[in-house]
């Protein structure tokens, strides 16, 4: 009996500590920095222009000859703007404007304020004379994905054509806990006393509200037409995520399911077939008539469906 008590004690201290460890750096990107030849790459592309914005820098790459189609980049938890690089470069040589920006600091932002960064962003660039303000679209990898939904649904303004998500989770404090079990790896009664301890200090610390924090929530006022990217042999997200954000969709919208790719991996599977699936979506979701944005809804003309490879 004296060991079963004292393997509960230490398993009870062990799952204290390290839930406040997990909890604590809930909101950190340990992500690496941009490196100079991290810049050059940026600065080979095209024209390149800084975007300096209070708590956001990034850069904006134009085409300087006529307003052109613009896509903002939103990458994921713990990389840097690098990680959509390969995507941003096939677009750019494609005509299109492309943004790859990082918040200040190592903060990871999953509220308000990583919401209204991407749209400071977005009316940032749309005072460029090289953008087409009707065809600024949002792409995001992972949590960039989710926020990018959060901020379609927050986009008042109607700025934003389309999304693009790639990846995306549905519900915040669901994705942490299949985290937290090492992708399941882990099981979940092991799991729950470390999960409760990182939830509560994530909350104290950060700030965080899991119950406000759930893209299948924000899908529900999203206007502007969306597509959903997922690889099916995702384990970190499962596709099940998107299926759920599709479904909380009253948008134009379509899903694409790759088979054969992981997390973010679509575009590495087939960056061609990949590309031309965007493009295609953005060329169909300019919006002529910006002032009826918000009465806009899915019609015979939009391409509104499930798509499987």
């Given amino acids: 009996m004296t060991i079963v008590r004292r393997s509960l004690f230490y398993f009870g201290v062990g799952s204290v500590i390290a839930g406040t460890i997990c909890g604590a750096g809930f909101c950190l990107n340990l992500g690496r920095r941009l490196r100079n030849v991290d810049i050059e790459r940026l600065r080979d592309l095209g024209a390149l222009k800084l975007l300096d914005l209070d708590s956001v820098s990034g850069t904006f790459i134009r085409h300087l000859d006529f307003p052109r189609p613009t896509i903002v980049c939103v990458h994921g938890r713990s990389a840097n703007p690098m990680e959509m690089f390969p995507f941003a470069e096939r677009m750019f040589r494609d005509g299109f404007n492309v943004v790859l920006w990082h918040q200040a600091g190592r903060t990871v932002r999953y509220d308000d304020r990583g919401v209204e960064d991407i749209l400071r962003v977005v009316r940032k660039v749309r005072e460029d004379s090289f953008v087409d303000l009707r065809r600024v679209f ?63 200090v994530a909350e104290l610390l950060h700030g965080i509200d899991f119950a406000k924090s759930n893209p299948s929530d924000w899908a529900r006022h999203v206007q502007c037409p969306m597509l959903l990217i997922h690889g099916r042999n995702d384990w970190r997200i499962p596709p099940e995520d998107s299926d759920e954000i599709y479904a909380a969709l009253s948008c134009p919208k379509e899903l694409w399911l790759v088979n054969g790719a992981g997390h973010t991996g679509a575009f590495e599977k087939g960056p061609d077939e990949y590309v031309r699936r965007v493009q295609r979506f953005c060329e169909t979701c300019a919006a002529p008539d910006r002032e009826l944005r918000s009465e806009r809804r899915p019609g015979p003309s939009w391409k509104t469906g499930r798509v499987g490879v």
């Fill in 138 to 200: 949002v792409a995001g990898f992972s949590l960039g994905a989710s926020m990018s939904i959060a901020a379609a649904a927050n986009d008042r303004d109607h700025h934003i054509a389309a999304v693009v998500a790639d990846s995306p989770y549905a519900n915040l404090k669901r994705t942490a806990f299949h985290y937290l079990r090492v992708f399941g790896w882990i099981p979940a009664i092991i799991a729950s006393p470390t999960a409760f301890v990182t939830f509560r």
